[in-house]
Nanobody, 124 residues
């Protein structure tokens, strides 16, 4: 089992920045892919960014490329999502997720473990 705990959400104005953190515990995540997803009211959960923990390869959804950066701290077993130039359409509950297995998938159904989520609200 892998436990994931997110933090860092909040209210920010358009153009502002936030950094989300996801602390992983339980099994070692060195063989996992870690990701961030988000879900806005009335919408499906969507992939935002991901990272291959062992080699650091990163993946981004098109709308956040150049604005969001995913990274990990292997000593702290923590993955981060730095979000800059935030827009009102970024408003959502953001979830950290972990996936064990070959390849990389952006489909939520392919991810094994989830955090409880943290709210990000961007005001216009």
């Amino acid at each position: 089992q892998v436990q994931l705990v997110e933090s860092g959400g909040g209210l920010v104005q358009t153009g502002g920045s936030l950094r989300l953190s996801c602390a992983a515990s339980g099994r070692t995540v060195s063989n996992y892919k870690m990701g961030w997803f988000r879900q806005a009211p009335g919408k499906e959960r969507e992939f935002v960014a991901g990272i291959n923990w062992s080699v650091g390869t990163t993946y981004y959804e098109d709308s956040v490329k150049g604005r969001f950066t995913i990274s990990r701290d292997t000593n702290r077993n923590t993955v981060y999502l730095q979000m800059n130039s935030l827009k009102p359409e970024d408003t959502a509950v953001y979830y950290c997720a972990a996936r064990y297995g070959l390849g990389f998938s952006t489909g939520p159904q392919s991810w094994n473990y989830w955090g409880q989520g943290t709210q990000v609200t961007v005001s216009s």
